[in-house]
């Protein structure tokens, strides 16, 4: 089982450039979702989705897409990087059930020059 | 709506002394699930305990002890006779049973001084 799996692990890139974080899950949970975490702020919660086809903001939610076209893959869109969303982000995934854990992924550390 | 505060940004304790990290947290719903996650320097994210809300056992986990009040709307954690190996950015979370999302709080950094 790999779990949960983001890439790339690092990732430089000028502003106005585009990418897209990708995160995986192997474990059929129906809920999935990205932080972004920056020193003093915490896990922010950008965009989540229970399922396929569903997503919803969560707290940080401008200036970046998502979609959930499967159970598996929770991509994460950066459409124009800006300085301000140098960070290191995290992709997680639970089931629905709210007693059960979120399980993360090792991270990917975005710097925006 | 729901928040969660974790007043103590910074902590240090020389190592095999007691130390408690605060968590309050705020929710309108009857029905929620609270968390602790434990991110070492290495950078992972490590889950360590979760409680519902009808639950307010608290819970002890070898040097690891929780609890839980709901009176006072606090998620509290324990670490007795700490060492250097607790050093690490500990985060409590809450997760509402109506939207599923998770919410974290802002983190406390614990330094286990030798």
């Known amino acids: 089982n790999a779990g949960v799996t983001q890439t790339p692990k690092f990732q430089v890139l000028k502003t106005g450039q585009s990418m897209t974080l990708q995160c995986a899950q192997d474990?059929?949970?129906?809920?999935m979702s990205w932080y972004r975490q920056d020193p003093g702020m915490g896990l922010r919660l950008i965009h989540y989705?229970?399922?396929?086809?569903?997503?919803d903001q969560g707290e940080v939610p401008n200036g970046y897409n998502v979609s959930r076209s499967t159970t598996e893959d929770f991509p994460l869109r950066l459409l124009s990087a800006a300085p301000s969303q140098t960070s290191v982000y995290f992709c997680?995934?639970?089931?629905?059930?709210?007693?059960?854990?979120?399980?993360f992924g090792q991270g990917t550390r975005l710097t925006v020059v | 709506a729901q928040k969660v505060t974790q007043a103590q940004t910074e902590i240090s304790v020389v190592e095999k002394e007691d130390v408690t990290l605060d968590c309050v947290y705020e929710?309108?719903?009857?029905?929620?699930?609270l968390f602790w996650y434990k991110q070492p320097p290495s950078g992972e994210l490590v889950f360590l305990i979760r409680?519902?809300?009808?639950?307010?056992q608290n819970e002890i986990s070898g040097r690891y002890s929780w609890n839980f009040q709901k009176s006072t709307s606090s998620f509290n954690f324990t670490i007795t006779a700490s060492q250097v190996v607790d050093s690490a950015v500990y985060f409590c979370?809450?997760?509402?049973?109506?939207?599923?999302?998770?919410?974290f709080g802002k983190g406390t950094r614990l330094h286990i001084l030798p």
């Open positions: 997680a995934s639970s089931y629905r059930s709210g007693n059960t854990e979120a399980f």
């Open positions: 474990m059929n949970h129906e809920y």
């Open positions: 989705s229970v399922g396929a086809g569903i997503t």
């Open positions: 929710t309108r719903d009857t029905t929620y699930y």
């Open positions: 409680r519902n809300s009808f639950d307010e």
């Open positions: 979370a809450l997760r509402m049973n109506r939207d599923d999302k998770i919410i």
